[in-house]
């Protein structure tokens, strides 16, 4: 409203209504409030594309949510579910989802598909683990065994008898990608023994270890060339860096699952710091390097 035409109009609202509260209706401010209401919706997706989220935008993000989530459970329905059934039996068919973060359920959102053989195993192998008594283990088939990057992790297998938790202890390099080479013990949990071959999913879940991690100088580690393992960890590790000439540096995994620093950690105690797969980190100090010293750390993954 122009200048003028917004005065001649609040000096006849004055004198028609007799009060100058009767006229806020006609204000400045009320235009520029109007005008603000008014703002478009690709105004408030730049907003939020800038970071500058508003309420408007934070409601639409949880209308979609909730809308993804009804989505889901109408898949469920789809699949002879009712609305009246328990939650856990809608649990039970509803699609899983990728997780971003630590929960009292973690596991990795891919299920595997493969065979299964079986070996006979003692939890030793190329992720230079030690022996153990009970090897319910397995050995993770060539492509997918990367650098190292199963060793550690604990693998739900699902075959034709049932369900077993096996950690990953060794590399299979005639095995093609899904296929696990499991321990004896862990085969019959699943399978017929007599068959020798069957098929499987797996995925990766927490490990039920109730101890905190365990960090291993390879033989030979010293100030100058330091070989560092980590055992005893809940979640499959993402990353481990070391805090060295006032940075992180992130240490490289070999194949033999130890962490690197080729140029040596130095002769002080050593500061950590973890990343699991799904994103959560922690830290650590640990003794200065020393050859074939096993450390018990203070800390533990959350599952």
């Not at 919706?41 to 408007?56: K, M």
């Not at 459970?73 to 039996?89: C, F, Q």
């Not at 296929?179 to 699943?190: N, T, V, Y």
């Amino acid at each position: 409203m122009r200048p003028m035409a917004w005065v001649i109009g609040w000096i006849g609202c004055v004198l028609f209504v007799g009060s100058v509260w009767g006229c806020e209706g006609i204000s400045p401010k009320t235009e520029e409030k109007a005008a603000t209401e008014s703002q478009s919706t690709e105004q408030r997706e730049e907003y939020a594309q800038d970071g500058e989220v508003d309420a408007g935008t934070e409601e639409r993000v949880m209308v979609e949510t909730v809308s993804e989530t009804s989505e889901a459970i109408k898949e469920a329905m789809a699949e002879g579910v009712s609305e009246s059934d328990p939650p856990e039996k809608i649990a039970e068919k509803v699609p899983e989802q990728p997780l971003d973060g630590p929960s009292e359920t973690w596991k990795d959102a891919v299920i595997h598909q493969g065979k299964a053989t079986y070996y006979d195993a003692d939890g030793s192998g190329n992720c230079s683990f030690p022996s153990v008594s009970v090897p319910l283990v397995a050995a993770m088939n060539e492509q997918e065994y990367g650098m190292a990057d199963y060793c550690g992790a604990c693998v739900k297998v699902d075959g034709p008898k049932g369900s077993v938790l096996v950690r990953i202890t060794d590399r299979c390099p005639e095995c093609s990608k899904g296929h696990l080479d499991l321990s004896r013990e862990a085969f019959a949990k699943i399978g017929d023994p007599v068959q020798g071959v069957i098929a499987i999913t797996w995925q990766v879940v927490s490990c039920p270890e109730v101890g905190p991690i365990q960090y291993h100088y390879k033989d030979g580690s010293s100030q100058w060339w330091t070989a560092i393992q980590v055992r005893n960890h809940r979640l499959p590790l993402k990353q481990v860096e070391l805090f060295k000439n006032n940075q992180w540096q992130s240490l490289p995994r070999e194949r033999y699952n130890y962490f690197l620093d080729a140029k040596g950690a130095g002769t002080q105690p050593l500061r950590l710091r973890l990343t699991a797969t799904n994103g959560q980190s922690i830290e650590e100090t640990i003794p200065p390097p020393a050859s074939d010293l096993l450390v018990t750390g203070k800390q533990q993954f959350v599952p």
